[in-house]
């Protein structure tokens, strides 16, 4: 499974921004896809996840309200509609696809390669 994260870019805080992760190469349907972020000297952490059927979703805390996850299986693609946008949310935003819509960024096993986003304030 191939994964593209695109959308990425410079924005004031404040603004939105989506996100689009489209897969390939793979059963995308069978696949629970989660957003990682990883700011500048810092781990990647989780922010947002989807299950195969698009019908459970979860957030970190810092961006419950904020942002949300959606995906289109007729499309292969998974978004994040992110809004409010601040200056924390600088970050590279990775999207992943495992078997269960977890946390835990171990349990992912395909992963695409990062679109940056900076928030400027």
């Known amino acids: 499974v191939q994964l593209q994260a695109s959308g990425g870019g410079l924005v004031q805080a404040g603004d939105s921004l989506r996100l689009s992760c489209a897969t390939s190469g793979g059963t995308f349907t069978s696949a629970a896809v989660g957003w990682f972020r990883q700011a500048p000297g810092k781990e990647r952490e989780f922010v947002a996840a989807?299950?195969?059927?698009?019908?459970?979703?979860y957030y970190d805390d810092s961006v419950k309200g904020r942002f949300t996850i959606s995906r289109d299986n007729a499309k292969n693609t998974v978004y994040l509609r992110m809004n409010s946008l601040k200056a924390e949310d600088t970050a590279v935003y990775y999207c992943?696809?495992?078997?269960?819509?977890?946390?835990?960024?171990?349990?992912?096993?395909?992963w695409g390669q990062g679109t940056l986003v900076t928030v400027s304030s």
């Open positions: 989807i299950s195969r059927g698009g019908d459970h979703t």
């Open positions: 992943a696809a495992g078997t269960t819509p977890t946390t835990w960024s171990t349990q992912y096993f395909y």
